[in-house]
């Protein structure tokens, strides 16, 4: 397959949808000697990302399990798990990247459609996405109907509604990679694929389908939920201000104090969501409107690392908003307790 060839399949293929504009990163062969240099850094900073991700994600997820909090917020919990495996996905498909290994055979189609591909990255991260809309739909329910859901919204409930995000996720990448599987070839060593349609209907519905479900719908699910809360939660501390004059329950501001510092935390998570994968989203319906004459190239580093930064930056707000996840933390960092020994001994030798 020639050089032109290649490039004209990759264009095709970024004119998708989010799991098509990762096909740049497959090991291609490219004129442009500064295209090289800045897709090998682009490479290195999606390893460091994983690696950073995969660390904190596994650090909070520890932290939740110390905690006790898994057992409050099954749903937290899954969503780091999804970020987990994100993270560890684009190692290994970082790995494989930069490695540069020579690919061969069946095994090299497979290997180059679900991992060269960022398949399972996008796995992972169709499943956080869906599992961040149950979060905040859970807390809506929590907070805005809270007499329903003490009656209604059972643990098992929760439990049950928790696979529904790697099942979607599941459902997406193997629609992804049966439409890629026609249109992959291996030719000496390297990999050229493209997503293969029934036509160009089915193209624009599955173009409609990854834009709406899981950006703006979910955005949607996002402001109409949230806003909903925080009129509850602005209702509630006018009603607990007038109580704390004439002595109020303690127990209850504390509650209620845990409460206000959860849905800050997913307020946060949700808007660098929006934030973060609004430009890559943008530059979809770009290419979809003006394919040729945009820079693909530097438009695909520019949104997928702000997108992957994401998957990142998760697990750092879980450690300095979430405070049950904060005090566990707390706990493990030897310079904290060592700080906190070497004061404790300080006031023994002055007594």
């Known amino acids: 397959m ?43 900073a999606v390893l460091i990302i994983g690696v950073v991700g995969t660390a904190a994600n596994g650090l909070i997820l520890y932290a939740l399990l110390v905690s006790n909090q898994h057992k409050k917020h099954p749903l937290i919990v899954n969503q780091n798990v999804l970020d987990l495996c994100s993270s560890f996905a684009m190692i290994l498909s970082s790995l494989l990247k930069i490695c540069d290994i020579y690919l061969t055979g069946s095994f090299g ?29 859970e807390r809506y329910l929590k907070v805005v109907h809270s007499t329903w859901s003490q009656n209604k919204l059972r643990k098992w409930l929760i439990y049950l509604v928790m696979p529904i995000p790697w099942i979607l996720g599941v459902m997406q990448t193997t629609a992804v990679v049966a439409s890629r599987y026609p249109g992959t070839t291996v030719t000496d060593g390297v990999c050229y694929t493209r997503i293969v349609f029934l036509n160009n209907v089915a193209r624009i519905i599955f173009i409609i389908w990854s834009l709406s479900v899981y950006y703006f719908i979910i955005i949607s699910i996002f402001v109409f939920c949230y806003w909903r809360i925080l009129l509850v939660v602005r209702r509630q501390a006018r009603v607990m201000a007038g109580h704390s004059a004439a002595g109020s329950n303690a127990g209850q501001a504390q509650l209620n104090q845990i409460q206000t510092n959860m849905i800050k935390t997913m307020i946060l998570v949700c808007v660098l969501y929006t934030v973060l994968w609004l430009p890559m989203y943008v530059a979809h319906i770009l290419l979809l409107a003006h394919p040729y004459p945009l820079s693909r190239d530097r438009m695909y580093y520019t949104t997928v690392f702000l997108g992957y930064s994401y998957m990142c930056i998760n697990p750092f707000i879980y450690a300095t908003k979430f405070d049950p996840v904060k005090q566990v933390l707390r706990r493990i960092i030897p310079c904290k307790n060592t700080n906190q020994g070497n004061v404790g001994g300080g006031g023994n030798r002055h007594t």
């Open 2 to 44: 020639t050089e032109e060839q290649s490039t004209d399949s990759h264009l095709s293929v970024a004119m998708t949808t989010t799991s098509m504009v990762q096909i740049t990163g497959v090991n291609t062969m490219t004129s442009s000697s500064s295209l090289r240099g800045i897709d090998f850094y682009f490479k290195c």
């Open 109 to 137: 189609k497979f290997v180059c459609i679900v991992l060269l591909t960022d398949v399972l990255i996008w796995f992972a991260n169709t499943g956080a996405v869906i599992n961040l809309a149950l979060i905040t739909v």
